[in-house]
């Protein structure tokens, strides 16, 4: 895969407050998922956006662009606060889940809740950049710095896995 | 107890379900700092790097006047090897050299003496 400097670049300056505009309801569950807190998440977002700025960021796709640099920053903030803690839960949180909002089906809601926790990370944050983030495989792909077919793959186990944990949820209430 | 055709697509589940969201303001703070960060630099340059760049322009000057003082007290006579067939005795190795303080900086200066004026004829 491409270096982020070996990628080619937009010609124009990009408007990465209509970029934000546009993108809040992508940015924001990643980034809660990330942080595991709503300050800190909103920090990210603006210490990764305010940088594009700053270093006149041009990349050919702003999306993956932002998305890994949200990643990046967010790991090496696990490092510096202790890998241990960040080993044991994972990069990849369900925060970004309101489990208290009102909803027409609250045990379902916990349920999927309980079972995107039993996935793994790696499927976890595939699953969540697919369905909540709405970025293509191939975004993904260029996020993780995996291949697209890895990341078609874990996409797939993750929702076969959602699947069965689920079922598994509702037969354990139904009985 | 739900059946595998009643249940809810898992996707359609991860799309709809009530998602988190950020503080109270925390999208017009956003717009904020990036509208800010995208202003640009006002023209005029700081007042510290003003200050910066006097200081150093006044550092170059005095060190050039010291230098054009310096060597115009400079001694202009034949030095003691000057190649003169007068007679007069000269000394074979270099002359002594003196303290001379200087005028601007008051700091010594090691000058080779003018011997030729103090040959013995």
Not at chain 1, 44 to 52: D, F, S
Not at chain 1, 145 to 168: C, K, N
Not at chain 2, 25 to 52: C, D, F, K, N, Y
Not at chain 2, 68 to 93: K, M, V
Request: without cysteine; negative net charge.
């Amino acid at each position: 895969m491409k270096r982020a400097s070996q990628r080619p670049r937009h010609d124009a300056p990009i408007d990465w407050g209509a970029f934000w505009r546009e993108r809040q309801g992508d940015l924001t569950p990643y980034a809660l998922a990330l942080t595991r807190n709503p300050d800190e998440a909103e920090e990210l977002i603006q210490v990764v956006l305010t940088g594009m700025i700053q270093r006149d960021a041009r990349p050919e796709s702003p999306v993956s662009y932002v998305f890994r640099a949200m990643r990046h920053a967010a790991i090496d903030r696990a490092r510096r606060d202790g890998a241990d803690q960040r080993a044991r839960e994972g990069l990849v949180s369900i925060a970004w889940v309101d489990r208290d909002a009102p909803s027409a089906d609250p045990a379902e809601l916990a349920r999927l809740a309980a079972a995107l926790d039993g996935l793994s990370d790696e499927q976890r944050e595939v699953v969540l950049l697919r369905t909540r983030s709405g970025l293509t495989l191939a975004e993904i792909g260029d996020v993780i710095d995996r291949p697209e077919g890895t990341v078609a793959s874990r996409y797939a186990r993750g929702i076969e896995r959602l699947r069965e944990l689920m079922q598994q949820e509702r037969t354990h209430d139904d009985t | 107890m739900t059946t595998p055709d009643s249940q809810p697509d898992v996707e359609r589940m991860l799309t709809d379900a009530p998602g988190a969201g950020l503080p109270e303001g925390a999208h017009e703070r956003i717009s904020e700092a990036l509208r800010l960060a995208e202003t640009p630099r006002s023209p005029a340059v700081p007042t510290h790097r003003v200050a910066l760049w006097q200081a150093v322009a006044a550092v170059i000057v005095v060190g050039a006047i010291g230098f054009a003082l310096g060597r115009a007290g400079a001694p202009t006579g034949p030095g003691p090897d000057s190649g003169s067939t007068d007679g007069q005795r000269r000394l074979a190795q270099p002359g002594p050299t003196v303290l001379v303080q200087s005028d601007i900086f008051r700091r010594p200066e090691r000058r080779e003496l003018d011997v030729a004026r103090w040959s013995v004829k």
